[in-house]
């Protein structure tokens, strides 16, 4: 059970750092538009004001006038069908070299392709959209169901302000959100699937991803006033169904609530995002019966982009404390106590010159319990003190040649990793011999 744990630690963390592709400006939504990717984007995947919006109404804004149309009657079912499909694909090769390399295997890894997606991108009818993402994993060798955000989204009038209100169903909390602050779409935009990655990690920050299924409801009042809700169960994806819950490191108990609430404010040069965001949850470790663990994650985000004739800054950051009560894990001697926290935040700074060259610095930590047994003694994974302890950088230099071609350079620093800064796994390891360069390029057609 033990090393279930730190396993399960271990490869979900990797899906919070962001180690399948990122969803990027899609070749189908520019032929829905007929706009450029720069219509919506400032550089894949942030979103600007033109962005946001097309989201917050499902993905459904289109200019092209050769869609399918029946209108609906009071015995006639009415039909709306694109002129095309909303189909693109996405292509991802990679390079990736750490300081020291992982004992026993070769440095400098070469990967083509790292990732292949096929995206269902579009609208679906006046008021339903997608972002539904089938994504190939070079090193598993397998194809399988990547991130989804289906949406119904409409508008009223009130009291002479636009009021958007909709419903969605997703597969990753906080992947609805309109912002690249939240786990799902947050810095940094590219990330390897081969180096470390530290041990620890909130719940909300990506273990759920691509586990379970989710439904809730949106809205935002006069462009500035947003709230949102999503209930999620487990859905355990490539299992025999119903569920026993073997196997899998979380099985939520009842549904796990997700909250969002925001506030923008949009001028000519200036935009500003405020808000907050959170998930509570009951889970069983390998089980649906049995003791639970329980885990409220919460903290505050920010947004900031100032626009210089054609360049913009933008800032963004976010923090997350996550208060756990481990009765499952602790019973099962995967944890020494049971109550535990973890504090988690990021910062970082980008400058877009136009949409063709982008540079970025982001800093990261992570701090919380220590427990031995959670955060076991491992070679390279593992940490010599059971501290979750983790901290460093991110540098990141993109090269648009194309608005649908990204070239990038990205460099990870640590100075400190799993809790220590030398010799963090008692095998020797040093945290600066986790640090990586990653160069990859990234094709959407």
Known sequence: MRGTKSLCAVTLFAVCWGLGPKAMALPSYARQT?????????????????????????????????????????????????????????????LTSTKSPQPGTQNGNFEFPQDIALFFAGAWSEHIGSFVQLTYDGQSDTIGIDNT?????NKVEVGGKDWVYGVMLNNNPTVEDLWNTTPAWGYPFVANDSAPGPAAAAVINGQLGLDVAGIGAYTMYDNHLYA??????????????????????????????????AWQQTGAKDFLEV???GLHMKSTPGAVTGAEDTYTDFGPDLQYDHTFRRDVLSVRGTYIRENSSLDASY????????AHHL??????????????????????????TTDALLYPQAPISGSANGDPRSAGYIANVSYWPFQNLD??????????????????????????????????????F
Request: proline fraction near 4%; charged fraction near 15%.
């Open 34 to 94: 007929g706009l450029p990717c720069s219509g919506c984007h400032t550089t894949p995947p942030e979103l600007n004001a033109g962005g946001r919006q097309f989201k917050l109404m499902g993905y459904v804004d289109r200019a092209k006038k050769d869609d399918i149309i029946s209108e609906a009657g009071h015995r006639n079912a009415g039909l709306q069908l694109l002129g095309t499909l909303p189909l693109s694909a996405f292509l991802e090769a990679s």
């Open 149 to 153: 955000d289906i949406r119904y989204a």
């Open 228 to 261: 949102a809700g999503t209930l999620y169960r487990s859905d355990h994806i490539g299992t025999p169904q119903p569920t026993d819950g073997s196997g899998a490191a979380y099985n939520i108990r009842g549904t796990a609530p997700y909250w969002r609430v």
């Open 275 to 277: 808000g907050a965001y």
């Open 331 to 338: 019973a099962a001697g995967s944890a020494v106590q049971t």
């Open 343 to 368: 504090n988690t935040g990021n910062a970082n700074v980008e400058y877009h010159m136009g949409n063709r060259y982008t540079g970025a610095f982001g800093w990261f930590m992570t701090e919380g």
């Open 407 to 444: 070239l990038a350079v990205q460099y990870t620093g640590y100075t400190r990793f799993n809790g220590g800064v030398n010799d963090y796994d008692a095998a020797g390891r040093n945290a600066s011999d986790n640090n990586t360069v990653y160069l990859v390029a990234r094709f959407l």
